[in-house]
Every structure is written in C-alpha cells, then in structure tokens.
C-alpha cells in the first residue's frame, strides 16, 4: 500500500551538497517515523538519519552528524535529506524508509517499507 520514491542523487565533488527527496503515497504517512539508510557495494546497509512522526525528533550517524539534515512536510508527504559537505565514503545507494512505529531507530529490521534507491556518488 505505501509507496516510497527517492530522487535528487548524483555525482558531486567531494565538499559538494546535494539534497535528497522522499516523496511518499498511501495511507498513514503522517503517523510513524521515517528514516534514510544507505548501502555501498559490498557493505550492508547502514542507518544514516532518522525524524519522528511529528518532526521533533531527530537521530543521526556519527558519520553524518553535523553534516546531513533530515527534515519531513507531512502535509506533502516528503521527507528530505540535505547532505552537505560530502566526502567519498557517503557513494553508496540512499534509501528511504518507513517505520513501523511513530519513534525512530536505527534497526533496519524496525522498518516496513522502502523506496528503490538513489545514486549518490562523490568524487575525490
């Protein structure tokens, strides 16, 4: 029933920014905490920020703290991520998830459903 749709990854220079969208249909949006992880080839997928349902709270990497901000408009079904001075170690394939509960966690397991990825890819 719910539908996740990532967009906004590409290729950027390492000190570069990008922002990440996640548009979001079906029932409930507004309800349960929503989250982007990551995956880079041949590593598992890794939690890198999650909002709680209303907005107020905020979890992030240690690898992204300070660097990426996550933030959602329930009102248009979207949650975002800004990413801002990117290093090369962020190239993976980002995720948007949705929780099964209305408070995040960092547990992939913890969340029900996914979108299909987007690339982001930054150079040296």
């Known amino acids: 029933q719910v539908q996740l749709v990532e967009s906004g990854g590409g290729l950027v220079q390492a000190g570069g920014s990008l922002r990440l969208s996640c548009a979001a249909s079906g029932r409930t949006f507004s309800n349960v905490a929503m989250a982007w992880f990551r995956q880079a080839p041949g590593k598992e997928r890794e939690f890198v920020a999650a909002?709680?349902?209303?907005?107020?709270?905020?979890t992030y990497a240690d690898s992204v703290k300070g660097r990426f901000t996550i933030s959602r408009d329930n009102g248009k079904s979207a949650v975002d991520l800004q990413m801002s001075s990117l290093k090369p170690e962020d190239t993976a394939i980002y995720y948007c998830a949705r929780h099964l509960r209305r408070i995040p966690t960092v547990v992939v397991s913890d969340y029900g459903s996914w979108g299909q990825g987007t690339q982001v890819s930054v150079s040296s």
């Open positions: 909002i709680s349902w209303r907005g107020g709270t905020t």
